[in-house]
């Protein structure tokens, strides 16, 4: 009788394990849709040539993006989506630790940025 409990304690205890797992360290890292845990967030801006973004921690301004990343000259992104889809792959980056979080013109090109 006591060998039954101690199994199903010992699974008990490994299922709660892998849920805190997935709750907090998955959130953070390995989560697609980029929310989870994340202490970042995402704002687009309107700037003078077209639309930025900026990145809080919390409250606290990480990253003011006023022109496209990795491009020479001062032309803010066409769209403000185009500004929320490179903000949230610069998000992605600072999820997983990767400081500074550059962007490459490969990058843009995959998420459809026009420059």
Known sequence: MIRKYSRILIIVVLAFAA??????FK?????PGGEGLSRFKVETIRVENGWGYLIR?????????K?????????G?????????????VKEKLDR?????TVSIHELDSLGIKY
């Open 97 to 101: 630790g990767i400081f500074p979080p």
């Open 19 to 24: 849920a805190i797992y997935f709750l907090f």
């Open 67 to 75: 022109v496209i990343p990795g491009l020479p000259g001062t032309n």
């Open 27 to 31: 959130g953070q890292n390995g989560n």
């Open 57 to 65: 921690q919390d409250t606290v301004p990480v990253i003011e993006q």
């Open 77 to 89: 992104f066409a769209t403000e989506q185009q500004a929320a889809k490179t903000g949230g792959l």
